[in-house]
């Protein structure tokens, strides 16, 4: 494994996250060469990793299940990276494969880089046609929407991009990352510095959402998605294992709420596995906990306590409706849920 985390590498060197390598977009008009079709491509995800997480949530939000199928791995990886071992006989039922390298094989032989989700895999070929997880979403909320739901929200809309994408750089810089930087570091000085600019980061984005139910405009949008994913890790994964510690989420009272609020949003809380989540970071990253030992805590059972955020108003889903239930087969199993 290289390039993203999980990889032994982190133990000697200033975390650097690699770029995404492959970047072909799959679009209306197929102007990159690739259009969007139902039925044609998969999306591979753990819904350990929050990158990848991020595509389950808008996937789901814009009621994508049925076009663009999900193929999820199994949140720890071995030498050979992720592994389908969830599914019958470890093989994903769809691609036929039993890992996920074997799609970036059949792109590009000898690539060098690491084979991260999410993925996305062009089913007849079975080969990977992207990693771009930064762009990933923003394709499937613009690009996709022929095949959205009725009721879908608009998670990217035009006239908010600007707003939404300086939040997210922000977000992006400090504390989607900014806990990895954490993390991984070598140097006392240099984990100092990531820390304080992780909290420096929280304590700003709850000032901006004390008065306000959502990080932009009044409904929910990428900007959300992409903190909710860090947010939702926090206690159990970064608050511990990255040494992200001056305090945990849940003593600070307006992003504590913020993220119950979301959590108990259809869509959100619906798709995550605190399973895999806590069994992929303290299992993988032997560098940082040798043992492996997965700790038993912390408390969930507060993720579904009353949020109280409804009182700044918002509409979450604007002029659209909450996605319906989870496909059966997508359901979190209980032990991954608070
Ligand atoms: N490293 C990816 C970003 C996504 C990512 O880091 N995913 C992690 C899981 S949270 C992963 O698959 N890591 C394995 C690897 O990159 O080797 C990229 O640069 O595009």
Known sequence: ??????????????????????????TADGRDGRRVEAGRYRLVVSRACPWASRA????????????????????????????????????DPVLGIRFLKEAYDARESDYPGGVSVPA??????????????????????????????PGAPELYPERRRDEIDAVTAEVYEDVNNGVYRA????????????????FRRLEALSDRLAGRRYLVGETIT?????????????DPVYHGHFKCNRWKLSEEPVLWAY??????????????????????????????????????????????TPHGRADLGGRPFGDGTPPG??????????????
């Open 1 to 26: 494994m290289s390039g993203g985390e999980g990889n032994e590498e982190y133990g000697r060197k200033r975390f650097e996250r690699s770029a995404s390598h492959f970047t072909d977009r799959i």
């Open 56 to 91: 389950v949530i808008s996937r789901r939000l814009l009621g994508l299940q049925d076009a663009l199928s999900m193929a999820i791995a199994d949140p720890v990886q071995d030498d050979r990276s992720w592994r389908f071992t969830l599914d019958p006989d470890g093989r």
């Open 120 to 149: 996305v895999v062009d089913v007849p070929s079975g080969k990977l046609v992207t990693n771009d997880y930064q762009r990933l979403t923003l394709d499937l909320a613009t690009e996709w929407t022929a095949l959205h739901r």
């Open 183 to 198: 993390g991984f570091a070598t140097e006392q000085k240099e984990y100092e510095e990531a820390c304080t600019r992780v």
């Open 222 to 234: 990428e900007a959300d998605i992409r903190l909710f994913t860090t947010l939702v890790r926090f």
């Open 259 to 304: 993220a119950r609020d979301l959590f108990q949003t259809p869509g959100f809380g619906d798709t995550v596995d605190f399973d895999h989540i806590k069994r992929h970071y303290y299992r993988v990253h032997t560098g940082i906990n040798p043992t492996g030992i997965v700790p038993v805590g912390p408390d969930l059972s507060g993720w579904l």
């Open 325 to 338: 239930p989870v496909p059966a087969a997508e359901v979190v199993p209980p032990r991954g849920r608070p």
